[in-house]
């Protein structure tokens, strides 16, 4: 028999009794705890409503109902980045562990990147709407899907990017310990990696919002979609020039952005620190009062029990180990052979692709159109190529900044969503009243608009990677006494190099596809467009030309796949090459 003294037993442990007891962080984690079930449990009620609901409910500018919008928004994007993060830790590790699955994953990754949200809810309405016939699940999947297209690339190249700059050492314990490609994944690779994906969530739950009002109030030819929401309520409000429910919209995105940072992410930021590649440990750490309620709070210790052993035993499976047969013995040139027999497979894939595709397109264009879709995409290609180098500039030194000091990145962060989060819809107004009343011309002062979304990937992961420096290299740094561009040059610049390029990737990537909504802009009954192929691509989206609205597609893939293998893969060879820390 235990004596039971002072809450524990006679060999100083708690007791089972005083691990159950309720501490006083339980009295925050219990009605928070149901407060997110209740939402959780309207949320799924109202998706599970026959789509005629949307008809007998329409779209209103009235203020009291954007808290029900804005749930019904962040339900979506939550839901969006769940999946996002399943489609990283699946995608990104085939393409790092396979050569040859690489040669046809990272292509692809460009292609998909590429590929406007619009073109993606063009396609995929009426797929998702006949799974659920004359249901709302249905419009909510494609809503969801579209937002998925904004959040899911830069996630995975960012994962891609930390599976590929493990630390050497690091990979040769896991050796030592003989770790199994399973345990080596769940035990180096994606902790390793968790700080800068982390920081790349929430670049892409801020670029969800900015893609928001495409997926919630989309024409495509005959099909319309407005699913109740804050995009389909700004969608509204700038139609009908209401500049007092575009003022609700903001104040509406501030909060809901400030909840989920203080809810989700802060908390992901604090746990996040743990795992960095450091020997030697940090004076500023990010703290988080969620993260500390829940590993304090007996309500979460409780039911994250059962959670808990279950990724534990994960963690110690050793996947089975298929008999291991004779390497057959190869000569170099049957390696090669190899090779060029894998990538021709490959090249006729993607001629028989292109082949269809032509044939499609033939249809409808002659060769006339393509010379002008050509031109219009070289056009957008000097607007993105421009806007990147400027937000680099401004950014890498700001993000260096914020990185290296917590007590700032904590204050910077929820700024940082909210900007990033700020749809360029927002601002339509005021580029259109400007260039009307000035006379400017519209394919110079549309062109910010592209940026204003896309430049904090950037900026996230400049920081990312500032947070993921060495602390013993940044004391060398103080105690050689590194000072202005030898400091920035030598040490700085070298360190987030890698993360920079990441960034300007997914950067690129997503002002092609904001080019759609930058390029041809309204205000009420007024339109000012700029010449480029975001225009023409939404034009034809609302025409509802397809053999056209595959053309301009076509065009910006090639542009986006050609840029991103002749500038932006030597790069990012060239960080792996040569300034990957050990």
Request: proline share 6%; with cysteine.
């Amino acid at each position: 028999m235990h004596v039971l003294h002072g809450g524990r037993d006679g060999l100083g442990s708690p007791s089972p009794l005083a691990r159950l007891a309720p501490s006083r962080w339980d009295v925050v984690a219990l009605p928070l705890v149901l407060g997110l079930l209740a939402l959780l449990v309207f949320g799924g009620h109202e998706v599970a409503q026959p789509l005629s609901q949307l008809e007998r409910t329409p779209i209103t500018l009235d203020p009291w109902t954007l808290p029900y919008y804005a749930l019904r928004t962040t339900l979506r994007m939550l839901a969006a980045l769940g999946a996002s993060l399943l489609f990283t830790l699946v995608y990104a590790p085939l393409a790092v562990k396979s050569q040859r699955a690489g040669q046809i994953l990272i292509p692809a990754l460009d292609i998909l990147q590429s590929v406007p949200v619009l073109t993606y809810l063009s396609f995929t309405v009426t797929f998702f709407l006949g799974l659920f016939p004359g249901q709302v699940v249905g419009a909510e999947l494609a809503s969801i899907f579209a937002i998925f297209t904004s959040q899911a690339w830069n996630m995975t190249f960012s994962f891609y990017q930390s599976l590929r700059t493990v630390p050497s050492d690091l990979e040769e314990v896991c050796t030592g310990y003989h770790f199994s490609t399973w345990q080596r994944y769940w035990r180096l690779e994606v902790p390793f990696a968790i700080p800068g994906l982390v920081w790349n969530m929430m670049m892409s739950m801020s670029g969800g919002w900015f893609f928001v009002v495409a997926a919630e109030a989309v024409t495509v030819g005959s099909t319309t979609i407005t699913l109740p929401g804050v995009g389909a309520y700004l969608a509204l409000a700038i139609e009908q020039r209401d500049l007092g429910a575009i003022g609700w919209v903001i104040l509406t995105m501030l909060g809901v952005i400030i909840l989920y940072d203080q809810l989700l992410f802060r908390p992901l930021v604090a746990w996040a620190d743990r795992f960095r590649a450091d020997t030697v440990q940090a004076e500023e750490r990010p703290t988080s009062w969620v993260l500390t309620m829940v590993e304090r709070s007996t309500l979460f210790r409780t039911l994250g029990r059962p959670a808990g052993g279950a990724a534990r035993a994960t963690l110690r499976w050793r996947l089975p180990s298929l008999p291991k047969l004779p390497a057959p013995r190869l000569s170099p040139r049957a390696v090669r052979m190899g090779d060029y027999v894998w990538q021709g497979a490959l090249a006729v894939m993607a001629l028989y692709v292109a082949v269809h595709g032509i044939q499609f397109m033939a249809t409808g264009i002659t060769w006339g159109d393509v010379g002008h879709v050509v031109l219009l995409g070289l056009a957008t290609m000097v607007r993105v190529v421009v806007l990147i180098v400027l937000a680099a500039v401004i950014w890498v030194p700001i993000g260096v900044m914020v990185g290296m000091r917590p007590r700032l990145a904590a204050i910077v962060q929820p700024l940082a969503q909210f900007l990033a989060a700020f749809p360029s819809n927002l601002f339509f107004p005021v580029a259109v009243a400007a260039i009307v009343h000035w006379t400017l011309n519209p394919d110079i002062w549309l062109s910010p608009l592209m940026i204003l979304g896309t430049q904090w990937y950037i900026l996230f992961n400049v920081v990312a990677g500032s947070q993921a420096y060495p602390v013993d290299l940044r004391d060398v740094i103080a105690n050689l006494r590194l000072r202005g561009w030898k400091k920035w040059r030598d040490a700085l610049l070298p360190g987030v190099f890698p993360h920079l390029v990441t960034g300007a990737i997914t950067a690129s990537g997503g002002a092609w596809n904001a080019s759609i909504v930058a390029e041809a802009v309204s205000w009420g009954d007024t339109h000012v467009q700029a010449r480029g192929l975001g225009a023409y691509i939404a034009q034809m989206t609302t025409d509802a030309d397809f053999p056209r609205l595959v053309l301009g597609n076509v065009v910006m893939v090639c542009f986006v796949v050609l840029f991103n293998r002749l500038v932006w893969r030597p790069l990012y060879a060239y960080a792996e090459r040569r300034l990957r820390v050990s």
